[in-house]
Antibody
Framework: EVQLVESGGGLVKPGGSLRLSCAASGFTFSNAWMSWVRQAPGKGLEWVGR??????????DYAAPVKGRFTISRDDSKNTLYLQMNSLKTEDTAVYYC?????????WGQGTLVTVSS | QSALTQPRSVSGSPGQSVTISCTGTSSDVGGYNYVSWYQQHPGKAPKLMIYDVSKRPSGVPDRFSGSKSGNTASLTISGLQAEDEADYYCCSYAGSYKRFGGGTKLTVL
C-alpha cells in the first residue's frame, strides 16, 4: 500500500524557516517525481514545486511565489522528500501536501499545516 | 502564474448533469493534453477523477467525463449523486510547472 506521510508543520514567525518531510513507502521512491502542493485555509490548491528522479536529472522547478525561498530535496536512501522553507510570509500559511503520480497513478499525503504568524 | 479560471460554484439536482469549465491559455490548457481534474471533500486530500483531458482512473464512475476545446477544458458529471457534492479543481501542465484552477464548489440540491 502506498503511503505518503508529511511531518514538520507548525507555527512559525514571519521571516522564519521550517523544514517539512514526507516519508514515502509502498513504491519505488527513487524512480518517482515528487511534488509539493499547498492549500491555504478556505482556498484552492496551489502547486509549489517538483523534483525529478535522479535518473531523470534530479532537477527542481518552483512556482513563482516561492522561488528563491523554498528548496525541494530528496534522500532516496531514506525514501524521504523535503521542503525547506525560508523567509516565510503570512501568505505561506497553508496545508502542505506531498504528492506523486503519473497518468492514472496519483497519491497524496494527508498534509501538514504550516501557520506563519507573529 | 495566476490560477486557471473556474466558476466559483455550480449546482444541480440528483440525476441531472453539470459541467464545470476551466479556462487557461495556449501556454497551459491549450498547449498540452495534460489536463486533470480533482475532487476534494472537506478535510480530505484531493482525489484524481480525470487525467490527460478525458481519461478516467480505474474506480472512477463513468458518470465523470472530461473534454477540451482550445484553451478551455471541461468536466461533466452526469446522473448527479449526493456524494458528488465537493470542490473540484482542474490542473494543467504548463511546461516546467503545473497550474491549478481556483476551484468550483458543486452543490447537489
Amino acid at each position: 500500500e502506498v503511503q505518503l506521510v508529511e511531518s514538520g508543520g507548525g507555527l512559525v514567525k514571519p521571516g522564519g524557516s521550517l523544514r517539512l518531510s514526507c516519508a514515502a513507502s509502498g513504491f519505488t521512491f527513487s524512480n518517482a517525481w515528487m511534488s509539493w502542493v499547498r492549500q491555504a485555509p478556505g482556498k484552492g490548491l496551489e502547486w509549489v514545486g517538483r523534483i525529478k528522479s535522479k535518473t531523470d536529472g534530479g532537477t527542481t522547478d518552483y512556482a513563482a511565489p516561492v522561488k528563491g525561498r523554498f528548496t525541494i530535496s530528496r534522500d532516496d536512501s531514506k525514501n524521504t522528500l523535503y521542503l525547506q522553507m525560508n523567509s516565510l510570509k503570512t501568505e505561506d500559511t497553508a496545508v502542505y501536501y506531498c504528492t506523486t503520480g503519473y497518468g492514472d497513478v496519483d497519491y497524496w499525503g494527508q498534509g501538514t499545516l504550516v501557520t506563519v504568524s507573529s | 502564474q495566476s490560477a486557471l479560471t473556474q466558476p466559483r460554484s455550480v449546482s444541480g439536482s440528483p440525476g441531472q448533469s453539470v459541467t464545470i469549465s476551466c479556462t487557461g491559455t495556449s501556454s497551459d490548457v491549450g498547449g498540452y493534453n495534460y489536463v486533470s481534474w480533482y475532487q476534494q471533500h472537506p478535510g480530505k486530500a484531493p482525489k484524481l477523477m480525470i487525467y490527460d483531458v478525458s481519461k478516467r482512473p480505474s474506480g472512477v464512475p463513468d458518470r465523470f467525463s472530461g473534454s477540451k476545446s482550445g484553451n478551455t477544458a471541461s468536466l461533466t458529471i452526469s446522473g448527479l449523486q449526493a456524494e458528488d457534492e465537493a470542490d473540484y479543481y482542474c490542473c494543467s501542465y504548463a511546461g516546467s510547472y503545473k497550474r491549478f484552477g481556483g476551484g468550483t464548489k458543486l452543490t447537489v440540491l
